[in-house]
């Protein structure tokens, strides 16, 4: 069975940092990209970073360049998205999610974690 | 960017009968070089995360029912759902991935029992 199960989400000042990370077992992790996808309470999803099976291929959503990183560890099954100089609009529920189709970041995303909560706050 | 414009944003249907969700992209998402739209769409239940119904615009995920129906092809996408269950009540996202790495989602559609 496929799980993904994201921590290292609280509440967080504007400006700081908080690393996200995400575990996977169920399948073989290294042959397959990555993403992280976002949700703001009550709202739509917004994919925010996407990573290829061997880091090769990185991306972000424009919000997020030179704030954030993702990378992986393919020996610890892992996922990590460290998020630097947060802001309030980064306040969401951030999700884990496995591409369905590649070991590069294409999509669609066949499985989700339950989501951590990051709330970005004075 | 890929604009998605999801329609209705909510809707009521009585048990059983159908439902049709519509979800437009602001240039074509279909790859001429192997004939595929890059569209999915997924279900959100309250306190879940989503879960993939459809990709491919049309191809059924494995488990999903199949009053699920995906149509459609380069900007002009339909989700049916043929006899509306109870457990059907969600929010439904269309999603572009053609613009791979990145992808873009629609606002979604709420879905309700009338």
């Known amino acids: 069975e496929v799980q993904l199960v994201e921590s290292g989400g609280g509440l967080v000042q504007p400006g700081r940092s908080l690393r996200l990370s995400c575990a996977a077992s169920g399948f073989t992790f290294e042959d397959y990209a990555m993403h992280w996808v976002r949700q703001a309470p009550g709202k739509g999803l917004e994919w925010v970073s996407g990573i290829s099976w061997n880091n090769g291929i990185i991306d972000y959503t424009d919000s997020v360049k030179g704030r954030f990183t993702i990378s992986r560890d393919n020996a610890k099954n892992s996922l990590y998205l460290q998020m630097n100089s947060l802001r309030e609009e980064d306040t969401a529920f951030y999700y884990c999610?496995?591409?369905?189709?590649?070991?590069?970041?294409?999509?669609?995303?066949?499985?989700w974690g339950q989501g951590t909560l990051v709330t970005v706050s004075s | 960017d890929i604009v998605m414009t999801q329609s209705p944003d909510s809707l009521a249907v009585s048990l059983g009968e159908r439902a049709t969700i519509n979800c437009k992209s602001s240039?074509?998402?279909?790859?001429?070089?192997?004939?595929?739209?890059?569209l999915a769409w997924y279900q959100q239940k309250p306190g879940q995360p989503p879960k993939l119904l459809i990709y491919w615009a049309s191809t059924r995920e494995s488990g999903v029912p199949d009053r699920f129906t995906g149509s459609g092809s380069g900007t002009d996408f339909t989700l049916t759902i043929s006899s509306l269950q109870a457990e059907d009540v969600a929010v439904y996202f269309c999603h572009q991935y053609h613009s791979f790495p990145q992808g873009t989602f629609g606002r979604g559609t709420r879905l309700e029992i009338k």
């Open positions: 999610a496995k591409d369905r189709s590649s070991s590069v970041p294409s999509g669609p995303y066949d499985y």
């Open positions: 240039q074509s998402v279909l790859y001429n070089s192997n004939n595929k739209n890059y």
